[in-house]
């Protein structure tokens, strides 16, 4: 059972189409689009295709239009059944993954200013995760500044597989403002496709692709440590959504155990990589990798180290858990109501600010 008042973490919500963007955007952009006959086109990215079965929950799906497309679905499946105090939607798009900069650009925007429009203005309780072009890291920047002011958006959010790691000075652009902005960056699991989603090549089948998604995060999580992102930004935080769990601590070991072996080449990594991971990292608990058994469940759990590093998150509409078991069974109550609500709180500074007023 949820407890009252939990923060859902990771709502994934749908574009229906191309066409539906058209009344935000810009005219020049607007008739771009139209001349060119983008507004035919989902831009459904190939890391979620929506015909996959787990990418939508049979009893989620609509009579018409993608899940994930209705706010009164959305009300009526997740928000109030389970009655969080907030959720943060977060959309993934391939407007992400345009090579032109500029038309990324302007569809990240038209999608943010829809987020606002039809979805945050029309429910209190919903949150956003701030849409940008991330191969573009100063339109990137420029695109949070325009929204740092609207508090409803609480987040920046990246795909873990982009054009370069996301450790890379080239991104820290992005990291600067959010920083600023006192703004979480979302490392959502999926690919833009620059590169194979796998280390070994490109693969035949959804299933390579998706379980690669957890190696993904590794990467990236490997790539902001060892890049110096923690020290560069010593504000910022990092949520990492849709991971997976258990392969966390496992990584943690092997990153500290070289890290001992070759940490003159990174002197600004002063201390244990995993203590950084502890207090700067947090991830979503859905899909939660559950073993077969409570007792397993719970060592896992233990070496991460720490009861403050997993966030509630029911990832709607994708189909991993059914019915209202969102939380693996068999975790303490004290854990629950860090997971569901203090450690969210913790996370996102503009949802804990609202709780003062």
């Known amino acids: 059972m949820i ?3 939990a923060i859902d973490c990771d709502v994934h919500v749908t574009v229906p189409s191309v066409r539906d963007l058209l009344p935000y955007m810009e005219p020049y952009w607007r008739e771009h689009v139209e001349r060119r006959g983008l507004e035919r086109e989902n831009l459904d990215t190939s890391a979620y295709p929506p015909g ?3 990418n939508a929950r049979p009893d989620w799906k609509l009579p018409k239009g993608p899940a ?3 706010l009164q679905a959305l009300q009526a499946h997740i928000l109030d059944p389970l009655a969080p105090e907030f959720a943060i939607c977060n959309v993934i798009h391939g407007a992400q993954m345009i090579f032109s900069e500029d038309l990324s650009l302007a569809l990240c925007r038209a999608i943010n200013n829809w987020l606002a429009a039809e979805w945050l ?3 209190p309780r919903l949150r956003a995760s701030i849409v940008v072009p991330p191969h573009s890291p100063d339109l990137a920047a420029e695109e949070v500044e325009r929204l740092a002011g609207d508090r409803r958006f609480v987040q920046v959010l990246l795909l873990a597989m982009a054009e370069v790691p996301l450790g890379r000075r080239f991104m820290w652009p992005i990291y600067r403002v ?3 902005h006192g703004l979480p960056i979302g490392v959502h699991a999926g690919s833009s496709f620059r590169h194979p989603p796998s ?3 490109w693969g ?3 299933l390579e692709d998706y379980v690669s998604f957890a190696q993904g995060h590794a990467a990236a999580l490997n790539s902001l440590l060892a890049e110096g992102v923690f020290q560069k930004f010593p504000d910022l935080r990092v949520v990492l959504i ?3 769990v258990t392969w966390l601590p496992a990584s943690m070991w092997r990153f500290n155990k070289t890290w001992r072996g070759v940490r003159a080449e990174v002197p600004w990594l002063n201390r244990l990589p995993s203590d950084i991971v502890r207090e700067r990292v947090r991830l979503t608990a859905q899909p939660f990798d559950t073993p077969p058994d409570a007792a397993s469940m719970l060592r896992i759990l233990e070496q991460f180290g720490s009861d403050e590093m997993l966030l509630f998150a029911t990832d709607y509409p994708h189909w991993h858990y059914d019915g209202d078991e969102v939380l693996p069974a068999g975790l303490p109550p004290d854990l629950v109501r860090k997971i569901t609500r203090d450690n969210p709180l913790a996370t996102y500074p503009r949802l804990k600010q609202e709780q003062t007023r």
Request: proline letters at 8%; zero cysteines.
């Open 204 to 206: 035949s089948l959804y």
């Open 242 to 244: 849709e991971s997976g």
């Open 68 to 70: 994930g497309g209705s």
């Open 178 to 180: 959010a920083e600023k």
């Open 121 to 123: 203005d029309r429910d």
């Open 52 to 54: 996959a079965a787990i």
């Open 3 to 5: 407890p009252p008042g």
């Open 199 to 201: 280390a070994g090549g």
